[in-house]
């Protein structure tokens, strides 16, 4: 087993030269905890029927495992601050997959409620240690190309997991999606082991006492230089979840599409986040960062005020089409520059700071599913709360640059 101990500047000479698999590595860190959760949406009335329980109760599976996951990346992150990177990812990861195998085996609810936590517990090290390693590595442009690609591949997996996860379904049982998500979770330790290692020596200076952890927090928190940029993603990735929980109800309920229509739907969306948000850090370099994350939050929030408008329209797939699709062209620009923004200061508390980016995008995550369910109209639910998100964002994001 090497570990890589060279000091920054050579790594990030390193990152530079072999940017590709450094931050593909990475990417994939950032996409277990999502791939884990979206693979199982086509599944849940089969996996209800299979436990003898209501598809409601198997669908808090995916509640507990959100709920775990926001809240072991405080925990997670400032750790690595302390004693490295690489401990936390790899047992992180080995977590993750005895989760996995443990959810493989489930005979009733219990089991897997055990074993979703499991999962999350051991997910929530590579989601949050992704981003941290990423400004461990790089600054500047260079860390907003590669927040980019990692932010789309965290995008990514809600939009083509569905589709996967479909698939094993019919063809093998819904077993097998835990059967691959653990593959996938110890393919993903071996390439970090292989292509990244340690970015961040042991820090004895940082204090791991509850009390100078949550000071940490708070100091963040208060900074408009983190909770701008950070408070504007969360809201977003509230705004994304409200459409991925609400669009089975607008196209399977509404407009009779099949569970594969569906999951080729989500994947879709994929190209549409991957195109914009490889296009926003060029943009930042022509007008500046500030700017191209203002544009990406406008187009965004005119996506979703669009679909507000659009719920009295006449059904169809072109009026939910259109407006989600600008959506996601937004939100693919904010959420790489607006998280390179809330990370760039704080380099000597990167594992802090990613740590409560990951929660305040999971919790915006949680109350966007939470309040689309709330409203009996699938289109009006996500409409309503993509417009109340993104333009909350915006106004958060604008005020932080005013005072900046």
């Keep these: 087993m090497t570990i890589q101990n060279a000091d920054a500047e050579t790594k990030l000479t390193s990152a530079r030269a072999a940017v590709s698999a450094d931050i593909v590595a990475l990417a994939a860190l950032a996409a277990v905890g999502s791939f884990a959760t979206s693979i199982l949406l086509p599944s849940l009335p089969t996996i209800a029927k299979a436990l003898n329980v209501s598809t409601a109760a198997v669908a808090s599976a995916i509640s507990i495992y959100l709920a775990v996951f926001a809240v072991g990346q405080l925990i997670v992150g400032p750790l690595s601050d302390r004693y490295g990177r690489w401990k936390p990812v790899i047992f992180g990861l080995g977590i993750f997959v005895a989760g996995s195998i443990w959810c493989q085996f489930a005979t009733d609810l219990p089991m897997l409620l055990i074993g979703r936590t499991i999962q999350a517990l051991g997910a929530c090290a590579a989601s949050v240690l992704s981003r941290a390693i990423a400004r461990d590595l790089l600054s500047g442009e260079a860390l907003t190309r590669a927040l980019a690609f990692i932010m789309v591949a965290m995008s990514a997996a809600p939009g083509f997991s569905p589709l996967i996860g479909g698939l094993l379904d019919t063809t093998f049982g819904w077993r097998s999606e835990f059967f691959v998500v653990a593959v996938f979770g110890a393919v993903v330790a071996l390439a970090y082991l292989k292509y990244v290692g340690e970015t961040h020596r042991p820090d004895n200076s940082v204090s791991i006492q509850v009390g100078a952890i949550l000071r940490g927090y708070w100091g963040l928190l208060t900074d408009l230089r983190f909770i701008a940029p950070a408070g504007a993603i969360g809201l977003f990735m509230g705004a994304l979840f409200a ?39 060029r943009l930042a370099m022509k007008i500046g960062h500030a700017r191209a994350t203002v544009v990406g939050l406008v187009i965004a929030a005119a996506g979703g005020t669009a679909l507000l408008l659009a719920h009295w329209l006449t059904p169809s797939i072109w009026s939910y089409l259109i407006p989600v699709t600008i959506f996601l062209a937004g939100f693919g620009m904010v959420s790489p520059l607006a998280t390179a923004t809330a990370l760039q200061p704080f380099g000597d508390r990167a594992g802090l700071a990613s740590a409560l980016v990951g929660f305040l995008q999971m919790a915006g995550a949680a109350a966007g599913v939470s309040l689309t369910a709330s409203i009996a109209s699938a289109t009006l639910a996500i409409g309503l709360v993509q417009a109340a998100l993104t333009l909350l964002g915006l106004i958060l994001y604008l005020a932080g640059q005013r005072r900046a």
């Design 243 to 281: 459409m991925f929980s609400g669009t089975p109800r607008v196209l399977i309920d509404g407009l009779g599409f099949s569970p594969i229509q569906l999951g080729l739907f989500f994947a879709g969306t994929v190209f549409v986040v991957f195109g914009s948000g490889m296009t926003a850090p």
